[in-house]
C-alpha cells in the first residue's frame, strides 16, 4: 500500500518561506514522478510543481514559478517543496502525490497523502 506523509506546513507571514516534505514509501517513490497539488479554500486541487526520476526535469505552475522549487532526495524517499516570498494567495492544503510514469509530463497521479495545511496571514 502506498504511503505518503506531508509535513511542514504552518501558519506563516506574507514574505515568508516554508519547506514541504514528503516521505514516500520506497516502493512507490522509486521510478515514480513526484509532484506538489495545493487546494485552496473553495477551489479545486490544481498541480503546483512536479519532478521527473530521477530528478532532472521539473514543471511549475505559472504562480508559483521563480518562488517556488522542487527537489527530490531519493536515497531518503523524499520530495521537497520550498515556498518563498509567499502570498495568502498560496494559503490552502498541499498535498504530495506519486506518478504512474518517470516521467511528470505523462504521469497520471494516482497515490496520494494525506495533505499539509500552509496558511500565509497578510
Known amino acids: 500500500q502506498a504511503q505518503l506523509v506531508e509535513s511542514g506546513g504552518g501558519l506563516v507571514q506574507a514574505g515568508g518561506s516554508l519547506r514541504l516534505s514528503c516521505v514516500v514509501s520506497?516502493?512507490?517513490?522509486?521510478?515514480?514522478?513526484m509532484a506538489w497539488f495545493r487546494q485552496a479554500p473553495g477551489k479545486e486541487r490544481e498541480l503546483t510543481a512536479s519532478?521527473?526520476?530521477?530528478?532532472?526535469?521539473?514543471y511549475y505552475t505559472d504562480s508559483v514559478k521563480g518562488r517556488f522549487t522542487i527537489s527530490r532526495e531519493n536515497a531518503k524517499f523524499t520530495v521537497y517543496l520550498q515556498m518563498n516570498s509567499l502570498t495568502p494567495e498560496d494559503t490552502g492544503t498541499y498535498y504530495c502525490?506519486?506518478?504512474?510514469?518517470?516521467?511528470?509530463?505523462?504521469?497520471?497521479?494516482?497515490?496520494w497523502g494525506q495533505g499539509t495545511q500552509v496558511t500565509v496571514s497578510s
Open positions: 502525490a506519486a506518478g504512474t510514469a518517470r516521467n511528470n509530463w505523462r504521469s497520471q497521479w494516482n497515490r
Open positions: 520506497e516502493r512507490t517513490f522509486d521510478r515514480s514522478a
Open positions: 519532478i521527473d526520476w530521477p530528478g532532472d526535469n521539473t
